[in-house]
């Protein structure tokens, strides 16, 4: 058992975008205006349900993975195919990325009138305690307990960046005991936490630890800590650089000689933070609520071809653009998108569970519920990336590891319906591979589907 990225995501947005394109289809319009006539295109914007999307440019995500995709050729294709007998197609998938979930949605489980005050429910909670030692070494602990997702890396980073200091000088520990450890009940890795509420805590409490090394290095320099920044490994003057001590030695005199710091500094180098923003409130007697802190985009085109002869599926382009906010890891973040488009890919046209008439299971092991491997991702991918800061964030980061295994799906099942679109075949469900489409175009006439030739 393990975690799932955005559970339930698939199945919302293969809905709403498949209606996107039927929509299309009625009013004659192209799958990419319609979609543009109706992106919202102001922030904050509140939802008739409580949520408050906090930031976005939208238009840029969607202009970016058409431009990034090339429908000309992607179009060229197509028609090539078509007077080969073959199906090609193209689709687009859009979706709004939530992030750091507000716990106060499992309120909504109880009816309105059965809520009492005083035991309502909210809040995206993250705890991160930050220490330095006398040589100057910061230790940063985390709860957030990933499971590859780099949360050490980036809070190192971050860590080091707000304290002015080289990373090697920064440690991270990730640990969760709760008999030790400060938790709540939203602690841990889910909803894509880390970028909008983890790093948010480490922020708060580096700059807490910050103000008491610059108070430190005031009374070394005899100089205002006002007047004092963190960088280089240094606690320098910044109108004169010449005038500075070490990082280490200003963090020892709060061990050694705490007696010497100015009045009212506290002589301890060590800081929780527990950020917890606002926005996130319980659920409003109506059942309104804002389910999460940020909500990050996604636009994708992808493009398959279909064998006319075998009806495997295949995948030739996909365009990926997200918009997550403040980019804290490039690497990292390019990483979560790569794996959510293969769990997406997964949900697409591999995993499923079949059944005997009898209700006996058909995929019970994994030589009957296929699941991705590396070498069925080897299609041309572009991605790319819309910046649109949280202002809900310090760092103006927001979550990205689960928006394109909500995407993928439906701009799938898109894609392959307007590759079969001269047969006239609905696709309401998924996942899609050569069986299905088989059951699917048996009824129809062969010489339909290719276009007037006798293949299949």
């Known amino acids: 058992m393990g975690l799932n990225r955005g559970f339930g995501g698939q199945q919302l947005y293969f809905g709403l975008e498949r209606l996107m394109d039927d929509v299309a289809e009625a009013t004659g319009l192209d799958v990419f205006e319609v979609r543009s006539r109706n ?37 060229a294709r197509q028609a090539e195919a078509r007077a080969e007998g073959a199906f090609y197609g193209v689709g687009v998938g859009l979706v709004v990325d939530p992030s750091g979930t507000n716990i106060g949605y499992v309120g909504l489980a109880t009816p ?109 320099l005899d100089l205002p800590p006002e007047e004092l920044e963190l960088t280089g490994g240094l606690v320098r003057h910044r109108g004169d650089p010449a005038r500075a001590v070490q990082f280490r030695h200003a963090a020892g005199l709060v061990h050694w000689d705490p007696g010497a710091l100015p009045a009212g500094t506290p002589a301890r180098l060590y800081e929780e933070a527990a950020f917890t923003p606002a926005e996130v409130k319980a659920a409003t007697r109506d059942d309104r609520i804002n389910s999460s802190l940020c909500y990050g985009f996604v636009a994708e085109v992808v493009a398959v071809r279909i064998d006319p002869d075998t009806l495997e599926i295949t995948v030739d382009r996909v365009s990926s653009v997200h918009d997550s906010g403040t980019v804290l890891n490039q690497q990292l973040l390019d990483g979560q998108v790569l794996g959510a488009l293969t769990h997406g890919l997964g949900g697409a046209m591999y995993e499923e569970f079949t059944y005997a008439d009898s209700g006996q299971p058909t995929s019970a092991t994994f030589l009957d519920y296929l699941c991705p491997t590396a070498a069925e991702t080897g299609y041309d991918l572009r991605t790319d990336h819309v910046v649109s800061p949280s202002p809900l964030t310090p760092l103006g980061a927001k979550g990205c590891g689960e928006g394109s295994s909500m995407s993928f799906p439906v701009a799938f099942a898109n894609a392959v319906a307007d590759a079969l679109r001269p047969a006239g075949v609905p696709i309401t469900r998924l996942p899609l591979h050569g069986e299905v489409l088989h059951r699917l175009l048996a009824p129809s006439n062969p010489k339909e589907l290719t276009h007037g030739t006798d293949r299949r």
């Open 39 to 75: 992106l919202v295109d102001s922030f904050p914007y509140e939802t008739p349900t409580g949520g408050v999307y906090d930031s976005g440019d939208y238009t840029a995500a969607v202009e970016l993975a058409m431009k990034n995709a090339d429908l000309p050729e992607l179009r």
């Open 112 to 220: 309105s009138e059965q809520r009492k005050p005083g035991r309502d429910k909210s809040g995206s909670t993250e705890h991160v305690r930050i220490a330095v030692d006398m040589q100057g070494l910061v230790t940063v602990l985390l709860g957030s307990v990933p499971q590859g997702q780099g949360h050490a890396t980036v809070a190192r980073a971050v860590a080091a960046q707000r304290l002015g200091l080289p990373v090697e000088q920064v440690r991270v520990v990730v640990d969760m005991d709760t008999a030790t450890t400060p938790w709540t009940v939203t602690s841990g890795s889910y909803s894509s936490r880390f970028a909008p509420l983890v790093t948010s805590a480490v922020v708060q409490a580096a700059d807490r630890i910050a103000t008491t090394v610059r108070a430190a290095g005031g009374a070394l």
